[in-house]
C-alpha cells in the first residue's frame, strides 16, 4: 500500500474515535470509519507480473483505452494512447519500458475533465522520457477534474526498469503514451488494462530485452 493510504487511513479513524468521545454515539463514527476503509482500500499496491521481451511497451496506469490516436510532435510523427483512471482504478503508476530517464518536467494547468481531449496538452501534467531497447517513449502523468496532485519519483539520468513503480496521481486522472509511429499497438479503444502488466504497444526492431 502507499503510504498516503495509511495517513488518510489514520486521520479518518481518529476523527471516528473523537466523535464517539465527544457525542458518545458510536453511529457518528460510521462516514469517517467509511472514508478510512476507502482510503486505504484506494490507495492499494498490488504486485503485477512484468512480461518480458523485446520492444514491449507496456502501460503506466490502470484504466480504460479512451483514444489511439496518429500525432504530429517536434520530433516527427507518433502515435499516443491514453488510458483513464477512474476513482475505482489502482493509481500507482509504472514505467512503460526498461532503460534511461532522459527527460522529466513538471507542467502547470488546468484541471479539465479527463476524458476531454484537451486535457492532453492543457492540464497540469508531468512528462517523462525514457530511451532504451532501441526506442524512445514519453509518457505524461495528467491530472484531472478531481485529482490535484501528481507523484513522479523518477529524476533525469536515472536507469530504470520495465514496469516499476515511479508514482502516482491521486483520483480521477489519465496517463498518455507517445510511442514511435512504427510501433505496433496492441490495444483497442474501449479495453481495460493493468499498470505493469498490459502491453499497450510493440516496436519490431527493438533489440534489447528487459
Request: proline share 4%; charged share 20%.
Amino acid at each position: 500500500m502507499v503510504k498516503d493510504g495509511y495517513f488518510y487511513g489514520a486521520a479518518f479513524w481518529g476523527v471516528a474515535a473523537l466523535l464517539v468521545y465527544f457525542t458518545g454515539g458510536w453511529w457518528w463514527a460510521i462516514l469517517p470509519l467509511l472514508l478510512a476503509a476507502f482510503f486505504l482500500w484506494f490507495f492499494r499496491d498490488p504486485e503485477r507480473m512484468i512480461p518480458s521481451g523485446a520492444g514491449l511497451i507496456v502501460s503506466p496506469g490502470d484504466g480504460v483505452v479512451t483514444e489511439t490516436v496518429a500525432i504530429e510532435t517536434p520530433e516527427g510523427k507518433r502515435q499516443r494512447i491514453s488510458v483513464f483512471l477512474n476513482v475505482f482504478n489502482v493509481h500507482v503508476n509504472r514505467v512503460p519500458i526498461a532503460g534511461e530517464v532522459v527527460r522529466v518536467e513538471y507542467k502547470k494547468g488546468l484541471y479539465l475533465n479527463a476524458m476531454n481531449p484537451d486535457s492532453a496538452e492543457r492540464n497540469e501534467q508531468a512528462i517523462v522520457t525514457i530511451r532504451g531497447e532501441g526506442i524512445e517513449v514519453t509518457f505524461k502523468q495528467i491530472a484531472g477534474l478531481i485529482a490535484r496532485r501528481i507523484v513522479c519519483n523518477l529524476k533525469e539520468g536515472q536507469q530504470v526498469k520495465r514496469g516499476e513503480r515511479m508514482g502516482l496521481i491521486k483520483f480521477g486522472s489519465r496517463v498518455d503514451v507517445i510511442v514511435p509511429a512504427e510501433a505496433e499497438i496492441a490495444v483497442k479503444v474501449g479495453e481495460k488494462v493493468s499498470g505493469g502488466t498490459s502491453v499497450l504497444a510493440r516496436q519490431r526492431s527493438a533489440g534489447a530485452h528487459a
